[in-house]
């Protein structure tokens, strides 16, 4: 390990000395950035940043983070259904338990406001000035520290001048509609404003070819198109400037999203002994192929098999967000500023799944749950720009927080449980044990539980500029953060409350930062840079515990390193930016068994493995002299992700003893639980990606111009489950996307054709297995034996991304 580590650094250093400075004549446009919450230029920032513009997003017609994932290699995204939302790793980097109530280890900063649920991330993305991608643990200037990285998002501000434009789109693989308001510009010669608004609806990409069988509570798909979507997005923004000390700027965002159909999306693509089920029940019959392509079968539900059920039994997701920020600075005088920035955002769903994916009969459970989140942060922050050798930054920051979650899952009352069969459903829901016939309750779970969150945190950073070319900055994060969860029983017709074994959880750490640059010109910077960062543990949710349970996870923290370089060539027409990177990762949240003191076993999230993540990434940039309107990109990025101990991983359903599940042996059954998967990859962790793509405008006739541009996105295999079985790993895959754009004069006007994913490749980051063949709750699996059971292996399900998108697209601006 250290030998790699060695090559890779050295191999950076000799590129360095290799390359000669180059004359202060800028070809390449200054991009700036504002990684320590200042304004510097990306060449100075002691960072690897990748930048994606609002040209960028809009030439591509970026609506979410999965399009900015295709200019960032090292950041994938998987999606997950209902209160999970999105989980987003970078550099092999991120959260793999599905629990809403978890913090994702790669946090999302839109306009100051941190936000580490998943949901957030799925927020529709419009009329944005930049996104900021900042890879490796962020400690300092981004709220709460990041393990993971930030992605940062500044929205667009209103400009000196009165402008109005609208913009509408059609894809017609999904027969997806978006429209686009924005108008802007000054009230007075003190105050500026911008209202922006979207409006998208779509059929869906994938078509549902479900058959329903009523027997077993089954209906036919109200929607044939999955997933059926209207979301609108309001922002309004205000710029202050009180006085030439002052300025204050608001952003206030309103998002609305309803999902008509199984939202999620998941298609069977591995089903290893077919899709018949040991209990006689086509729960994958219909027509299922469980092959991955862009037709997927889920029925919708019967009211009178799922007793109490909402929406007439048809799923759904409706998501409401409202976020924003108000951000004050204060000029004490020319050298030193204080900033307050006050942050709040609420969240409501309520959505309704067909729980164990029943294509032909109902599902055995449904999970009809409702989630909400509410935080408020407030931070201060004061910074000095002196002539002197030394300068700070010092700040607070506070956060107060509460999550809900009602748990509640419905039986299909038209579905019984065998003699000596033993339950084994995917939520564990407590019917472990054996049982008469019996038909299934209708309410097998109610309860809500709750997380509320204080947080308080003192940062700082002092820079000294030891030379005109040489500066150190060491800075530190001291956070005080204290959990604490209560749940509610509601089966029983009343509301119990029950005690956890650890219904609080408290941390005081501190994540230390330490750079050193050297500049010895204008045109190239070498950087060091140690980190250590944090993320505060939590609790499961997701399952109702009962009365002495351990939910409880602690926090995960990562420490390690980078080296790296940036340059500009060429007369500053080509700009190179490269680095290594070392990290260690220890107490990962990951879903992991453990054995209870009365020998039973649950899986639940637990800090139960370590990982070594090490590689080396490159960003190109090069627009050639004689074609200044040509500007040719490019990115890759080594990475290495294992866990160094992992030995109490969960087993899949159906693995055998001399498959590796031979650890933790459950003294009720005889059988064993777990598996070591020390020195495998983590998922969503491609040991190579790249990007590389061009744009160029060329001026036509009658002050016309043709706006081109294409981008190809490579990545190899990755695995999409935590538990790393063969038919998990999803295969590497090429992406190409193009666009055309005609433009009138001053950009008056444009017509736009932009194909996405033109190879229509079927790419997903978040796969889930279970029984699903055989219900879930109906037994057959035998796992951690000699033999593999009736129902075999379990079957695999993904969330797919969709393929192939083709926009037409027309945009006016008037002034």
Not at 320 to 340: A, C, T, V
Not at 628 to 643: D, H, M, R, T
Not at 730 to 759: M, P, T
Request: aromatic share 10%; net charge negative; proline share 4%.
């Amino acid at each position: 390990m250290f030998r790699t580590k060695h090559l890779l650094l050295s191999a950076v250093a000799t590129s360095i000395l290799a390359l000669d400075a180059a004359p202060a004549t800028a070809q390449l446009e200054e991009v700036l950035v504002t990684a320590r919450k200042r304004e510097e230029s990306i060449m100075k920032v002691p960072v690897i940043a990748s930048v994606v513009s609002q040209e960028q997003i809009e030439q591509y017609s970026v609506g979410d983070l999965h399009g900015i994932s295709d200019r960032v290699p090292g950041l994938v995204i998987g999606s997950a259904t209902m209160s999970f939302g999105s989980q987003v790793s970078l550099r092999g980097l991120g959260t793999s338990t599905l629990n809403a109530t978890v913090d994702q280890s790669v946090s999302l900063n839109i306009d100051g406001m941190q936000m580490t649920q998943g949901l957030a991330y799925a927020a529709g993305m419009f009329d944005l000035a930049n996104v900021e991608v900042l890879k490796g643990p962020q400690a300092l200037f981004y709220g709460k520290a990041s393990p993971g990285g930030v992605i940062s998002i500044a929205t667009a501000d209103p400009g000196d001048e009165f402008t109005a434009s609208i913009r509408h789109g059609y894809e017609s693989s999904a027969k997806e509609s978006r429209s686009d308001l924005v108008i802007s510009g000054p009230v007075s010669d003190k105050l500026g404003v911008r209202l922006a608004a979207t409006f998208t609806s779509q059929d869906g990409y994938f078509r549902n070819e479900a058959q329903a069988d009523p027997e077993y509570g089954a209906a036919t798909p109200k929607y044939r198109n999955l997933a059926e979507k209207e979301e609108w997005v309001v922002r309004l923004t205000t710029v202050w400037q009180a006085s030439d000390q002052l300025q204050a700027k608001l952003k206030l965002n309103a998002t609305d999203s309803k999902v008509d159909g199984d939202g999620g999306g998941l298609q069977f693509v591995s089903c290893p002994d077919g899709v018949s089920a040991p209990s006689g029940i086509p729960f994958l019959g219909g027509g299922e192929d469980c092959k991955l392509d862009d037709k997927l079968r889920i029925v919708d539900l019967s009211p009178e098999a799922f007793i109490g059920i909402r929406n007439g039994g048809v799923p759904f997701l409706f998501t409401e967000q409202q976020f924003g920020s108000l951000d004050l600075k204060y000029d004490i005088n020319p050298e030193l500023s204080l900033n307050s920035v006050t942050g709040f955002y609420r969240l409501d769903q309520s959505s309704m799944i067909n729980g164990t994916m029943g294509t032909f009969a109902a599902a055995a459970v449904v999970a009809d749950p409702d989630f909400a989140r509410d935080d408020f942060t407030q931070e201060f922050r004061l910074s000095s720009d002196y002539a002197a050798a030394l300068n700070f930054t010092a700040g607070i920051f506070y956060q107060e927080g509460s999550m809900s979650y009602r748990n509640n899952v419905l039986g299909n009352t038209t579905m019984s449980i065998g003699p000596e069969q033993l339950v084994a459903l995917p939520f564990e829901l407590g019917l472990g044990q054996t049982v008469n016939v019996v038909p299934l309750p209708a309410q097998i779970q109610l309860g809500y539980q709750t997380v509320d969150i204080a947080a308080i945190s003192a940062f700082g950073q002092i820079v000294w500029n030891i030379s005109p070319e040489l500066e150190l900055a060491f800075g530190a994060r001291w956070t005080d953060e204290e959990r604490q969860h209560k749940v509610w029983d509601d089966i029983s017709g009343e509301r119990v409350q029950i005690n956890t074994a650890t219904p609080t959880l408290s941390v005081s750490d501190i994540s230390p930062e330490l750079t050193l640059t050297y500049t010895p010109s204008d045109t190239l910077t070498v950087f060091a840079a140690l980190k250590q960062a944090l993320k505060s543990g939590s609790f499961d949710t997701v399952l109702m515990p009962a009365a002495g349970d351990e939910v409880a996870f602690g926090d995960e923290e990562i420490a390690g390193g980078e080296f790296g370089f940036k340059n500009r060539l060429l007369d500053n027409s080509l700009q190179i930016e490269a680095a290594a990177y070392y990290y260690q990762f220890s107490d990962l949240q990951v879903g992991a068994n453990e054995n209870q003191d009365d020998g039973t076993l649950v899986i639940r999230t637990l800090n139960a493995a370590s990982a070594d993540v090490y590689g080396v990434e490159l960003i190109a940039n090069y627009m050639p002299i004689a074609l200044p309107n040509l500007n040719i990109y490019g990115a890759l990025n080594y990475n290495k992700s294992e866990y160094s101990e992992f030995d109490n991983a969960p087993c899949w359903g159906g693995q055998m003893i001399s498959e590796g599940c031979n650890r933790l042996m459950d003294s009720n059954t005889g059988l064993f639980t777990a598996q070591d998967l020390s020195g495998g990859e983590l998922m969503r962790a491609p040991a190579w990606q790249a990007n590389v793509g061009a744009s160029y405008e060329l001026p036509i006739w009658q002050d016309m111009s043709v706006a081109l541009g294409w981008n190809t996105v490579y990545s190899s295999s990755y695995y999409t489950n935590l538990l790393l079985r063969d038919d998990m790993q999803w295969d590497s895959y090429l992406k190409h996307n193009a666009s055309a754009a005609l433009r009138g004069r001053d950009e008056r006007w444009e017509a736009a054709l932009i194909i996405n994913n033109i190879s229509d490749e079927l790419t997903s980051g978040n796969c889930v297995n279970a029984n699903f063949a055989n219900g879930a709750v109906y037994g057959g699996v035998e796992t951690g034996g000699d033999s593999r059971g009736s129902a075999g292996v379990e079957e695999l399900a993904c969330n797919i991304d969709a393929g192939r998108q083709v926009w037409l697209r027309m945009a006016w601006t008037f002034d």
